[in-house]
């Protein structure tokens, strides 16, 4: 079921995005965003065992500020992890998942190149 308010026409287009609920898209940004949380802990345990196996000790340090990524199926809220060295060395770890200035997905973009 679609929900629209009366004063449609006085909202903008991000929050028309967010007022508009439809089940199936909805459920499809809630496994998107599982998803992308089950990739993202294991890419930081892999760098975590990396580093081990190189005689490196990195921990788990909290998350990046949490970021909405636009995909072809609305935002869905993100949480990078990060990890950091218990010696005082400085460790970066950069998922390959989610670049550090992703905010698109690149469907996105290929879709607003596309002549209507």
């Known amino acids: 079921m679609t929900i629209i308010p009366n004063n449609f026409q006085d ?3 991000e929050e028309a995005t967010f007022m508009v609920q439809d089940s199936v898209t909805e459920l499809l940004r809630f496994h998107a965003k599982s998803l ?4 993202l802990e294991a890419e ?3 760098t ?3 580093l081990k ?3 490196q000790t990195a921990i788990r340090n909290g998350y990046l500020p949490k ?4 995909t072809a199926i609305g935002d869905i809220p993100v949480e990078v992890p990060r990890i950091r060295s218990k010696d005082g060395e400085s460790v970066n770890f950069h998922s390959t998942l989610i670049p550090k ?3 698109r997905s690149k469907s996105i973009d290929a879709w607003q ?3 209507i």
């Open 67 to 70: 970021r909405l990524i636009t």
């Open 11 to 13: 909202i903008t287009k």
């Open 53 to 55: 196996e190189s005689s």
């Open 48 to 50: 975590l065992n990396s």
């Open 113 to 115: 190149l596309m002549p």
């Open 36 to 39: 992308l949380v089950q990739a």
């Open 44 to 46: 930081v345990t892999e």
């Open 101 to 103: 200035y992703l905010r």
